[in-house]
């Protein structure tokens, strides 16, 4: 919406200077303007570390290249959580609301990405790294589709690593990011 208030406010800018010229016997066409292009979006990087992830707090929509880093001294994984609802909440909250209910499957919260590696598991074991994917559970089953051109969506996510007994989230390994 600013892009094109920003543009309208250029488009009558041209227009009152034509109209202010003292040459009113040229008509000069001008090519019509154009709306910039939208800035790329950049690879993102989280570091793990023993307990937590160091990244950014906001990302652009349409964010698609995304990967963590372990550099804790044990093995972590990254799942990407959609908040539909509680989105206010502090990363505190998250972290007792799964202390409190280990085994619970929340239906506010909506998995949308996490780590893959081509051994299986997300466990991404010290000094190594490994790319989100993003993923489809509308099918069902405990096997999500992988999506081919995910990315993630204007909204509130968590990213939480869910490794260990109890799991690290419940010992701060939570990041609250928004997306806009």
Known sequence: ML??????????????ASACSDDS??????????EPSAAPVLPVSYTAHDFGYDGPDTLPAGTSDITMENEGAVGHEMLIIRLD?????????????VTDKP??????????GGLFTEA???????????PVVF???????????????GSLEPGTYLLMCFVGNPAHATQGMVKKITVS
């Not at 892009?3 to 009152?16: C, E, Q, W, Y």
């Not at 016997?25 to 154009?34: C, F, M, Y």
């Not at 609802?85 to 609301?97: N, P, R």
């Not at 489809?136 to 081919?148: Q, R, T, V, W």
């Open 85 to 97: 609802k509680h989105q206010d909440w502090t990363e505190q909250q998250a972290i007792d609301y």
């Open 3 to 16: 892009r094109r208030f920003t543009l309208g406010l250029a488009v009558m800018a041209i227009l009152m």
């Open 135 to 149: 993923l489809d559970f509308s099918a069902g089953g405990d096997a999500p589709n992988i999506l081919e051109n």
């Open 25 to 34: 016997a040229t008509t000069e066409t001008s090519p019509p303007a154009q």
């Open 120 to 130: 299986g598991p997300p466990v991404i074991a010290p000094g190594e790294s490994a």
């Open 103 to 112: 085994k619970a499957e929340p239906k506010w919260a909506v998995p949308v």
